[in-house]
Structure formats: C-alpha cells, structure tokens
C-alpha cells in the first residue's frame, strides 16, 4: 500500500494533481508489469507481417515464373517428355531396321536385273511417281509421329494420306510392269519378278526414308524441350525451398505470438488490480502552517540584510559622495555642487547647468566687497580633473551676460608657477595689471604638484576648492589641505563638489 499526499495554496491543484498522479500510477503499473510482454507482442507482429510479404513475394514469383516458362505441371511434363523420347528411340530403332533392310535388298536385286532397273529409273515419269510416294510417305509419318491426338479431323487427313499413298504405290508398280522388257521370254518371266520385288523394297526404303527424316525433326523437338526444361527444375526447386522456409518461420513466428498472447492474458488475469482505495476529495480547509511566520521572518531579514548592506557600503566607502559627507570627512564647509551630465534625460542638462550655475554665482556674490576691486576668486583643487576651468566658464559666461566685466587668469597660459616673480609675489598686481575688472577668476593647478603664494590666497576675496565627489579623500589631500586652511587665515575657504556618478544634491543651507 502506497500513502501519497500533496500539499498546495491552491485547493484545486492539490485535488487535480491527485487526481493526475492516481491515473499515471496505474498506467505506469501497467507498463512495468506488462511492458515486456507487450515488447514481445509487438515485436512477434512486426515479424510476422514482414514474413507475410515476404511469403507473398516468393509466391506470386513461382506464379509468374510458371506463367513466363508455360509450365503447368513439372513433374508430368518432364514424364511425357521422356516417354515420348523413348518411344521416339524405339519407331528410329524400327525406321533405321527397314530403311536398311529394304536398302540391303535393293542394292542386290539392282545387281540382278541392271537392264531393267535402269531403263526405269531414266524414265521421268517413274522418278516423279517415286518422289510422290517419298513425300506421301514423308506426310504420313509426321502425321503419325507428331500429332498423336485422336481428333476427327487430325484421323481423316491421316486415312486421306495412307490412301493417296497406296494408290501412289499401285500406281508405281503398274507403271514399273509396263516399262519392264522380255516380260515373255523364259527369262522374262524372272526378270518381271525381281522388278516387282525391287519396286517393293524400293517403295519400303524410300517410306523408311521419310520416317527416318520425320524422326531427325522429332530429335531435334526433344532436344530443345530437354535444353528448356533442364533448368526449370533446379529454380522450381531453389523457390519451393524458398516459400518451405518462409512458410516454416512464419508459422513458427506465429506460434511463437500465441504463446506471448496467452502469456500476457494469463498475467492479466493472475495479477492484482492497482486502484486507489481512497480517492482524492476537494479540500474544504487549508492545513494550518507557519506561512505567516515564514513572510515575517523573511521580511525582518530582508530589512537587516539592506541595513547592513548599507552600512558596510558607507564604512567601506572612502569617496566624498556628497556635501554633508564632505564636512564630515575633510571637515570643512560646502558651497555647492555640480550635476553630471545626465545620459537618460538628456533633454534636462542644459537646465540642470543654468540652475547650478546661477546658484553658485549667487552663494559667491556675499564673498564680494565692491568698494575693493577688482574682487579675486581663487580656483583650487588637490587632484587633476576636477572641473575647474568647467566651472570658471560657466560663471564668466553668467557674469558676462549681466554686464560685469570679468577677467579669467589660468595657471596653463597667464600664471607661471615655476618662475621667481610668482614665488617671490604678495599679490596679483605684481603679476598682472588690472584693467578696471569686477571680477578677478584664477585657476591653480593641483596643489600637490604646484604651491601658491600666501600673499596670494589672503588677497582673495574667496578661496574655493574644487573636488570631485566620487574622489576618494586620501591622506594626502587630508594634509594638503590643512596646510592650505592654515596659509589663508582668516579669508574664506569653501569647497565645491563636481558630482560625476551620483545625481542626489544636497544644497548647505
């Protein structure tokens, strides 16, 4: 006995798929318990209809082979041929005995009577006349030898012909005593009787003749009957053994399939019947689990799991990321940032740039004192890339547009840092004459490869360091800039961030 159960959220599939399950249960019992006997069935079947068409084929080749060589019954045919071939020996035997016997005394009775036979033979009439009883005689003897049937019209051609013959010969011996000589004389007397006799003999060789010729053309009929029927036997043979065996194994094959049949009824019949003794009913009632603990479990974890993700992400996250990250990390106070660029909105860049810019024009302009001008905004950054000379166009196309007058020195073409007089200078007016600018932007290099005069930074109106916030703040940078928060005193030290991957702003307030 097997207990199945299953259990689902849905009560429908849970009743099915018992259901389902019952019904393959029972059909795969059935082709474990009968599989290989049904194997054995099919493949007896399978066996059994080739053998068939086969069995088919050869048959309907003997058939055809009979049809095409015109034999009806072998065994009786080849009977009457050797019958008629010894029966054909024994008539040559006798034509062959009276064709030389009658040829024996003809050739002696010519000796007797010279004169005579060759007075007749020189007559044309008389060879004409004997030609007629040779070609009678010829007729006859086919008449006999090769149609053997009684038919009415075959026995009056045949009577027909025996008396055309034997008026031929009364003929040719009424015309052999009119032709003959000294039929008077004592020896005439004789010599009439050896010419009777040798028109006798003379008449029975020329009819041995014709029957000896009539047998040549019936050797010859045996001749081709035997060349055509010899080989017929040996392929009646070779197919007859071929349809035995094939017959042979089909019925063996056929056998064999009963056996395999009753074999499968009498495990039908012996073997238990696999049935559910207590089938699937419709749950009314869900079983009651622990779903709900599972859900509250899985959610609290998933929580913790986000919250120390979370967590390690910012103990192990070195970079400035943001502004309030920022005066924690480096400490000092942030003036604003600067979006990226943005590749899905494509269409906001442009707005995003006129509203960054116009805020850090405005968190600059509380740093500006107009009554001292021009008025110095010093660019810094501790690293390469940072978006200065981005930023410083921004602005001096902004102020531009307003109509201040603004003046843009970089440390690429207008600041020198290796010469003696930008080392040696305590402000810009040692360097560059001013010509009535409002506003004064310069641009440094990276302060770890380049320094500035302190003169320099403390004229300034407002020192703003620029810095990347996907940059990681190194120790470096730490002491790089502590050194510059203690050179610029008491004049204001700002930082700027240039966002590059993350577009969250947090604006100081």
Do not use: C
């Not at 055509?228 to 399939?257: C, D, H, M, V, W």
């Not at 049949?261 to 696999?274: C, D, P, Y």
């Not at 599972?294 to 959610?299: D, N, P, S």
């Not at 005066?327 to 860049?349: C, D, M, Q, S, W």
């Amino acid at each position: 006995m097997i207990q199945i159960q299953y259990t689902s959220d849905d009560p429908g599939i849970a009743y099915h798929t018992l259901a389902i399950l019952n019904e393959e249960f029972v059909k795969h019992y059935k082709q474990l318990r009968f599989g290989e006997t049904d194997n054995v069935v099919d493949y007896f079947r399978k066996e059994l209809a080739q053998l068939a068409l086969k069995l088919k084929s050869s048959e309907d080749s003997l058939t055809q082979f009979y049809v095409d060589k015109k034999v009806i019954n072998y065994p009786e045919q080849t009977k009457i041929i050797a019958a008629l071939s010894r029966d054909y020996d024994l008539l040559y035997n006798d034509a062959m005995l009276q064709y030389m016997s009658s040829k024996k005394i003809v050739d002696q009775l010519e000796e007797k009577i010279k004169d005579q036979t060759k007075l007749i033979e020189n007559n044309s009439l008389f060879i004409q006349k004997l030609n007629n009883i040779t070609e009678l005689s010829t007729q006859v003897a086919r008449l006999k030898t090769l149609y053997t049937d009684s038919t009415t019209k075959h026995t009056i051609n045949l009577e027909e012909r025996k008396r055309q013959l034997e008026t031929a010969e009364e003929d040719l011996k009424s015309f052999s005593d009119d032709v003959s000589i000294n039929r008077y004389s004592k020896e005439g007397i004789a010599t009439t009787s050896f010419v009777e006799q040798w028109v006798e003999e003379l008449i029975k060789r020329e009819k041995s003749a014709a029957e000896l010729k009539v047998m040549d053309e019936v050797a010859k009929g045996l001749d081709v009957k035997y060349a055509y029927f010899a080989p017929i036997g040996s392929i009646l043979s070779r197919k007859e053994r071929e349809i035995n065996f094939a017959e042979q194994s089909y019925l063996s094959l056929l056998e064999s399939l009963n056996t395999a049949l009753l074999r499968k009824k009498n495990l039908e019949m012996t073997s238990a019947t696999l049935k559910a003794i207590d089938p699937p009913t419709f749950p009314l009632a869900a079983i009651a689990t622990g779903r709900r603990m599972i859900i509250m479990a899985t959610f609290i974890g998933a929580f913790f799991f986000v919250i120390g993700f979370f967590l390690l992400l910012e103990i192990f996250d070195r970079t400035v990321r943001d502004s309030k990250r920022a005066e924690r990390l480096i400490p000092a106070r942030v003036l604003g940032a600067f979006p990226k660029t943005n590749g899905i909105r494509r269409n906001f860049n442009n707005s995003y740039k006129q509203i960054a810019t116009n805020y850090l024009a405005n968190s600059i302009v509380p740093y500006l004192n107009p009554k001292e001008k021009p008025d110095i905004v010093n660019f810094i950054s501790t690293g390469k890339d940072s978006g200065k000379s981005f930023l410083i166009e921004q602005l001096t196309n902004y102020w531009l547009e307003r109509g201040l007058r603004v003046k843009v020195l970089s440390w690429r073409d207008d600041i020198s840092s290796d010469t003696r007089d930008y080392i040696l200078s305590s402000n810009f007016s040692e360097l560059y004459e001013y010509a009535n600018e409002d506003i004064v932007l310069v641009e440094y290099g990276p302060m770890p490869e380049s320094s500035i005069p302190v003169g320099l930074l403390r004229e300034a109106s407002l020192n703003l360091v620029i810095v990347r916030a996907d940059k990681v703040w190194t120790d470096v940078d730490k002491l790089v800039f502590e050194r510059l928060k203690y050179q610029v005193q008491n004049v204001p030290l700002m930082l700027y961030l240039t966002i590059e991957k993350s577009e969250a702003l947090t604006m100081p307030s």
